[in-house]
Nanobody, 121 residues
Framework: QVQLVESGGGLVQPGGSLRLSCAVSGSIFSINTMGWYRQAPGKQRELVAGITSGGSTNYDDSVKGRFTISRDTAKNTVYLQMNSLKPEDTAVYYC???????????????WGQGTQVTVSS
């Protein structure tokens, strides 16, 4: 059974930093793209950042220059370093991973349970 376990959320003051982690566990063949989404109250879930298996990254314009996504392939883990946090970054943050279970097999998207990030003084 595949699980994505997130950690690192919490309460931080404006201008502060947090680092989110998301570890994939279970018997898998490979992980393709991994990413972070967020959902604020009353809003749709939106992409924050993504990273391919080759290390290419993309970011939402609102977080460029402040957030950095990275991954540790050996640990099947993706990270989101968040600096210069703003109140508008407050949301539940979800990680996802596109996983295959066999060479050239279909790819399935899995999601973490979400972790709350609150930016407030």
């Amino acid at each position: 059974q595949v699980q994505l376990v997130e950690s690192g959320g919490g309460l931080v003051q404006p201008g502060g930093s947090l680092r989110l982690s998301c570890a994939v566990s279970g018997s898998i063949f490979s992980i393709n793209t991994m990413g972070w989404y967020r959902q604020a109250p009353g809003k749709q879930r939106e992409l924050v950042a993504g990273i391919t298996s080759g290390g290419s990254t993309n970011y939402d314009d609102s977080v460029k220059g402040r957030f950095t996504i990275s991954r540790d392939t050996a640990k099947n883990t993706v990270y989101l370093q968040m600096n210069s946090l703003k109140p508008e970054d407050t949301a539940v943050y979800y990680c996802n991973a596109d996983i295959s279970f066999a060479d050239h097999g279909p790819v399935y998207r899995y999601w973490g349970q979400g972790t709350q990030v609150t930016v407030s003084s």
